[in-house]
Every structure is written in C-alpha cells, then in structure tokens.
C-alpha cells in the first residue's frame, strides 16, 4: 500500500495552465491619424511594424502609409501623400511611450493640369499610448508635413 501511494504521489502528473504575462506590445499596427494646422488638413493611414531591440529596452519601427492633405494657402491645393518612415518608440516598461519617426512623403497634386508633385522629408515625434498585449492605440504628437497630429489604432 505504501509503495501504490508513494507511485501515485510522486509519479503522477498534474498540468497548471497559465496565459503568458510577457510585457510585450503587439507588433503590427494599423493607425489612422488626422493632422491640422492653420492652413494644412491631413487625414492618414498607417500600417506599422514593431522590431524589437535584443540589447536595449526599445522598439524599432517601420512604416508605411498614404494620407490625403489640404492646403488653403492663396487657394485649395489637395495632396495624395504615400509614406515611408523609420523610427524609435521608448518607455518599454509603462503603457506611456515616446515615439519619434523620420522618413520621406511624395506629395502629389490631385488636380490633373498641375505639376506640383515632390519628395520630402518628414519627421513625427509624440505620445504613444499603448497598453502590452492589448489591441488599443492612442497617438498625438507634432511633425511635418502633419503639423499637429490625434490618431487611433488597433494593433495585432
């Protein structure tokens, strides 16, 4: 009896599940942002890919996207405004990150006679809020060519 009970105790196996608490953010983002300034309206989208830093406490960023710009500035010009940025979110340990971007932006004329197409660098640098392992973004920051800019996410 004692050596059934001893098998029993010690050779039985018992399983514990356990959902993984790593503190990580998810690394695809879908942001839509909506810029303005006096004379600049902007409406973006954003599809946005975290890359893990393996010796610091950051995120590397890649992103690509279009937006559709307004200027109002001696007359209407609106813009078709594809984008490439790279960039460097901070804060890894909070749900409150700093996020900084640099890239370039082809603004094209929609108007068909106008020729006042051209390549530009672009920088955005702002607040990411961002809980780990949750599909919610909140982002607000100031660049060009977005001037002040509010957007919303979902990541995955």
Do not use: C
């Amino acid at each position: 009896k004692t050596t059934l009970l001893f098998l029993y105790v010690f050779l039985s196996v018992n399983l514990f599940g356990q959902k993984d608490k790593t503190k990580a953010l998810n690394k695809n983002t879908i942001n839509f942002n909506a810029g303005w300034s006096i004379i600049v309206y902007s409406a973006n989208l954003d599809y946005e890919r975290l890359i893990p830093s393996k010796k610091r406490n950051i995120y590397s960023t890649l992103s690509i996207g279009a937006g559709l710009y307004e200027v109002n500035f001696l007359g209407i010009d609106q813009y078709f405004v594809p984008s490439l940025h790279y960039g460097i979110i901070s804060r890894l340990q909070s749900n409150h990150h700093f996020d900084v971007k640099a890239g370039i932006v082809l603004a094209l004329n929609r108007m068909p006679s106008s020729n006042d197409n051209y390549l530009a660098p672009s920088i955005k640098a702002g607040y990411r809020y961002q809980v780990p392992n949750e599909r919610f973004v909140f982002k607000a920051g100031a660049g060009f060519p977005d001037i002040i800019y509010f957007g919303f996410g979902l990541s995955f």
